[in-house]
């Protein structure tokens, strides 16, 4: 498994502010992830973000709004910017190990209150 | 656009009672992966299943995969209190991104 952080924990914002979460990990990993889970919902893949690439958006969400950067093998950032109450949901990272399991492991998560 | 949809999606069980969730999901994949979440907390990985007939067990939960049906099930053996907190599954849609099932929120009640 992996053994992975994120900062802050938890933040409250103002609208229209923007909020940079860190996702460290204590490996080297190609493939890291950015989830979004609303309260009381599953989770939804915001982007895959890879080592010396540009991050891989889903569809509904754009580099403008979550711009994403993955500076080395162990370390990413996203940013929630211009935001808005409708933003307020946990922010997972994600980092898959390995093949053949393909397994992710996820850290402990970002809860996110904007008024 | 693939759908994963598990069921039921709030289960209350009584202590010692067996019960079973579905996960179905709408296109094909040979890789399936279910995971806990605890109330507050972060997801817990439980089951890896990578290929037709799969199955995996561990303690009280058993876990199994038909890739032909698209489907993949949870079976609960004798539920204790500590099995209670929501449990999804998650596709991986073939390029090693995962799609997640609605989840399903299981209350075990003493």
């Known amino acids: 498994s992996a053994v992975i952080s994120q900062k802050p924990s938890r933040d409250i914002c103002q609208r229209g502010t923007s909020l940079t979460i860190q996702c460290q990990v204590d490996?080297?990993?190609?493939?890291m992830f950015w989830y979004r889970q609303q309260p009381g919902q599953s989770l939804t893949l915001i982007a895959t973000a890879n080592q010396g690439s540009e991050a891989t958006y889903e569809s509904g969400f754009v580099i403008d709004k979550f711009p994403i950067s993955r500076p080395n093998l162990t370390f990413s950032t996203l940013t929630v910017s211009n935001m808005s109450p409708e933003d307020s949901s946990i922010y997972l990272c994600?980092?898959?190990?390995?093949?053949?399991?393909?397994?992710?492991?996820f850290g402990p998560g970002t809860r996110l209150t904007v008024l | 656009e693939l759908k994963v949809e598990q069921n039921p999606l709030f289960l209350s069980m009584q202590e010692g009672k067996n019960y079973t969730i579905y996960c179905n999901y709408s296109?094909?994949?040979?890789?399936l992966y279910w995971y806990r979440q605890d109330p507050g907390k972060s997801l817990e990985s439980l089951f890896v299943l990578l290929s037709n007939g799969a199955v995996k067990q561990e303690g009280r939960l058993m876990a199994s995969l038909d890739t032909k049906a698209r489907l993949s099930t949870l079976h609960i053996t004798a539920a204790v209190h500590d099995l209670s907190a929501t449990y999804f599954c998650?596709?991986?849609?073939?390029?090693?991104?995962?799609?997640f099932g609605t989840g399903t929120s299981l209350t075990v009640i003493p």
């Open positions: 490996s080297q990993v190609t493939m």
């Open positions: 994600s980092v898959e190990l390995a093949s053949p399991l393909n397994e992710q492991f």
């Open positions: 998650a596709v991986d849609r073939g390029d090693d991104q995962f799609y």
């Open positions: 296109t094909t994949s040979d890789r």
